[in-house]
């Protein structure tokens, strides 16, 4: 027979999730920062591939978290969301924190939550809680500038809904939207380039790449490999444009070195 000890071992889960989500925030790969910061929480949604924890088993969802743990995961799972520019997921956690009345060892979340709101377009609602956080807000100055910016940018986006529209922005249907960080979508001739973090076939974490579609086709969009692709120095590529004359394509590459991204 053997015992074990039940409350141990989901503490032992909470904290491995927490040591990966903390890992992968601070390596800037708030993607993975949060599916590990959810799982901490008892969420479990499926990504493709699944990230893996060395030497940890199948997910166990976690017992009842104290309030300090279940407010740090919820805001490091809102600011994951947030930083990743998914801002509906990142808005509905801040909310929570709300809720929970979380905020008031975490001052930055109505400011957080505004930032959201504005950024979905709900400029009413993102001006209630950005005229309340600069009320209340007794920190750095900094943040109040920043409140005072995203205040400006929601009354002026207001004054331009009222005109009207030039032109429909509808969006692209088929397999160039699938996966995640779709982005910098430009025209080439009768095609389109664009950057995508999706995960690609022997990757196992979101890459920025540069991919290239028909502007009529539904199939899958290629990736496009440059020269040193893959090595160190040349990690990872995006935000693609061309010349008038379509001959010549401009691109931005970045990679890692220590602890910089250059």
């Known amino acids: ?25 601070g390596e800037k790969n708030y993607y993975e920062a949060a599916y590990f910061y959810g799982r901490a929480l008892g969420e479990r949604k499926q990504v493709t591939p699944e990230p893996e924890i060395p030497f940890h088993s199948d997910f166990r969802k976690p017992g009842k978290l104290d309030p300090a743990d279940s407010a740090y995961f919820l805001y490091q799972l809102a600011e994951s969301y947030r930083l990743f520019e998914d ?6 956690y801040y909310k929570k924190m709300l ?10 979340t109505r400011l957080c939550y505004g930032i959201c709101l504005r950024a979905q377009s709900q400029f009413d609602e993102a001006i209630t809680q950005l005229t309340q956080f600069r009320g209340a807000y007794k920190g750095e100055a900094a943040y109040i500038t920043i409140a005072d910016k995203e205040l ?7 004054e331009q809904y009222q005109r009207p529209p030039l032109f429909d922005v509808s969006r692209v249907s088929g397999a160039l939207n699938s996966g995640a960080g779709n982005y910098a979508l430009s025209h080439y001739r009768a ?7 999706r995960i690609a076939a022997g990757d196992k974490r979101n890459i920025n790449r ?7 086709d539904t199939a899958a969009p290629k990736m496009i490999r440059f020269e040193g692709d893959g090595k ?10 061309t010349d008038a004359a379509s001959k010549r394509i401009y691109f931005t590459v970045w990679y890692k070195q220590d602890d910089k991204t250059i």
């Open 1 to 25: 027979l053997f015992f074990v000890n039940l409350s141990a071992v989901l503490a032992q889960s909470v904290k491995t999730y927490r040591n990966a989500g903390d890992k992968a925030f």
């Open 87 to 92: 801002y509906r997921e990142g808005g509905a």
């Open 99 to 108: 809720d929970a009345k979380y905020d008031g060892d975490y001052p930055l």
């Open 152 to 158: 400006a940018n929601c009354r002026f986006a207001k």
């Open 191 to 197: 095609s389109f380039l664009f950057t995508s973090s």
């Open 210 to 216: 540069i991919y290239f579609t028909a502007s009529h």
């Open 232 to 241: 160190k120095l040349f990690n990872e590529f995006g935000t693609p444009s």
